[in-house]
């Protein structure tokens, strides 16, 4: 599988409303996920996908877009805008896939201060209500 079979996996999933499954087949078991707002990366299937399932409904929605994509060999940058309340949120994700095609690392960058902000606030309000 290559990166760009990735991208269209990742795609399907985020056009999908999120599906938790559709997410959990995409993620290798020992991926990593490298936050925006938290300091230290999150290893494991199991963390990985609580984060990126509560961006996908934090993040997803109608206003969400990928604007570009950079692709080389197992690894690509994906280039998103998106708003909430009101803030224009720019950011971009880079990703990276084992030799099984799973997602093995996945580190969020998102600009400018006041997005990433608003996005620490509601990102802390859904993994909140997924923990409880």
Same mark, same amino acid.
């Given at each position: 599988m290559t990166a760009a079979d990735g991208i269209a996996a990742w795609h399907a999933y985020m056009a999908g409303g999120g599906d938790p499954e559709a997410l959990k087949a995409l993620?290798?078991? %020992?991926?990593?996920?490298?936050?925006?707002?938290?300091?230290?990366?999150?290893?494991?299937? %199991?963390?990985?996908?609580?984060?990126?399932?509560?961006?996908?409904?934090?993040?997803?929605?109608?206003?969400?877009r990928y604007l570009r994509e950079i692709v080389d060999g197992d690894q690509a940058c994906l280039e998103f805008a998106t708003e909430l309340d009101g803030i224009a949120i720019n950011g971009v994700d880079i990703i990276r896939w084992d030799e099984d095609g799973k997602i093995k690392d996945f580190k969020v960058m998102v600009r400018p201060l006041k997005a990433i902000n608003k996005v620490w606030e509601k990102m802390a309000d859904m993994l909140a209500a997924q923990a409880g």
């Open positions: 993620l290798a078991e %020992d991926a990593v996920f490298h936050s925006p707002v938290v300091h230290t990366p999150q290893q494991g299937r %199991d963390k990985v996908f609580a984060y990126l399932h509560a961006a996908s409904h934090v993040l997803g929605g109608n206003n969400f």
